[in-house]
């Protein structure tokens, strides 16, 4: 087999799109520290750059599963562009919570379409889905299934789950993304949409 290491960016990706997760592996090790400097000069909080750090890299592996990353010789450039795109995500979100009031509005701010009560097609398509989803997690490795639950049902941090379960912030991003490749695959098998 060939030595991952001697792989352009490029190269490494289109292995892992093929199914060669060393591939991504590799390439995590050669820009983890740049982009986690990057993401922590700008938010200077270590928990907060963990966590923008492990979406960042999630965010990636979902783009080339989904055949999204175009071979344009440019990998550290497109990686940095989703951290930054997930930082300022955050900043958006985090004004947005602060400072919302509808008391001085000249319109009903609260009368809106996404905060009327569902009907029982929405609430009956919800259930399916969150139904789906709770048996494909079921199916998952104990380790995978441990962390993808830690962080989407008990929202801890990647650094806190690492702490939990006694491994390596980087095994836990592995074992999440081995998580959600699972997941796909067994959605497909079952011709199961995750998402309304």
């Avoid at 199916?139 to 390596?168: C, D, H, W």
């Amino acid at each position: 087999m060939q030595n991952l290491k001697k792989l352009t960016d490029d190269q490494l990706v289109a292995a892992y799109a093929k199914g060669n997760n060393e591939a991504f592996d590799t390439l995590l090790a050669r820009h983890q520290q740049q982009v986690f400097n990057y993401i922590m000069r700008v938010v200077r909080m270590r928990d907060l750059a963990d966590d923008i750090f492990q979406e960042t890299f999630v965010k990636a592996i979902t783009n080339i599963r989904q055949g999204r990353y175009t071979d344009s010789g440019k990998f550290s450039a497109w990686i940095n562009r989703i951290a930054h795109n997930l930082i300022i995500d955050h900043f958006r979100q985090e004004k947005s919570e602060n400072t919302t009031s509808a008391d001085d509005a000249p319109v009903d701010l609260l009368n809106r379409i996404e905060l009327a009560e569902h009907n029982i097609e929405d609430t009956l398509v919800d259930r399916q889905i969150r139904d789906d989803i709770r048996s494909i997690i079921l199916e998952l490795p104990a380790p995978q299934k441990q962390v993808l639950i830690m962080r989407y049902y008990r929202n801890m941090s990647f650094k806190e789950i690492a702490a939990a379960t006694g491994v390596s912030i980087n095994t836990a991003l592995g074992r999440m993304r081995y998580a959600l490749i699972n997941m796909r695959r067994l959605a497909r098998e079952r011709n199961v949409v995750l998402s309304a």
